[in-house]
C-alpha cells in the first residue's frame, strides 16, 4: 500500500512569509517615503522610485499566493524574482561596496533560493 506524501509545510510556511512581507513592506514604504531603493546602483525619485519600491510588497504578496497554492508559475517567477534580486544586489556591492545588509541578504538569498530549488518538485 503506497503511502500519500505529506502536506509541504516548509513551502507553506514561506508562503506566509510572503504574505507577511506583504504588510511590512508596505509598512517601511509608508513609515520612510523618502527611501530611495537601489537598483542596479541606481535610485529614482518620484513616480518611478515610487514603483520601484511598490514592486516588493505586490512580488511578496504573488509569490506568497504562489507557494500556499504551490503552483508551478510561483516557483518560475520566485527563481526571476531572485535572479533579478542577487544581480541588482551584486552590481551594488561593485558600485557602492560592502555593506552589512546588502551581505546578509546576499547570502541569506543563495541560500533560501537553492533550499527552494531543491523542493521545485512540490510545486505542481
Known amino acids: 500500500v503506497g503511502r500519500s ?8 510556511v514561506i508562503g506566509v512569509i510572503f504574505v507577511l512581507n506583504v504588510f511590512m513592506d508596505t509598512y517601511l514604504i509608508i513609515a520612510n517615503p523618502h527611501y530611495a531603493l537601489p537598483l542596479f546602483g541606481m535610485t529614482f525619485s518620484g513616480a518611478w522610485g515610487w514603483l520601484a519600491k511598490i514592486q516588493s510588497p505586490i512580488l511578496h504578496g504573488v509569490l506568497g499566493y504562489g507557494f500556499l497554492r504551490r503552483r508551478r508559475w ?49 510545486f505542481a
Open 5 to 12: 506524501a505529506s502536506p509541504p509545510y516548509d513551502i507553506y
Open 74 to 122: 510561483g516557483y518560475v517567477l520566485y527563481m526571476a524574482y531572485a535572479a533579478f534580486g542577487l544581480s541588482s544586489a551584486l552590481v551594488n556591492l561593485a558600485l557602492v561596496g560592502y555593506g552589512r545588509i546588502r551581505a546578509i541578504f546576499i547570502v541569506s538569498l543563495v541560500l533560501i533560493t537553492l533550499y527552494i530549488y531543491t523542493r521545485r518538485r512540490v
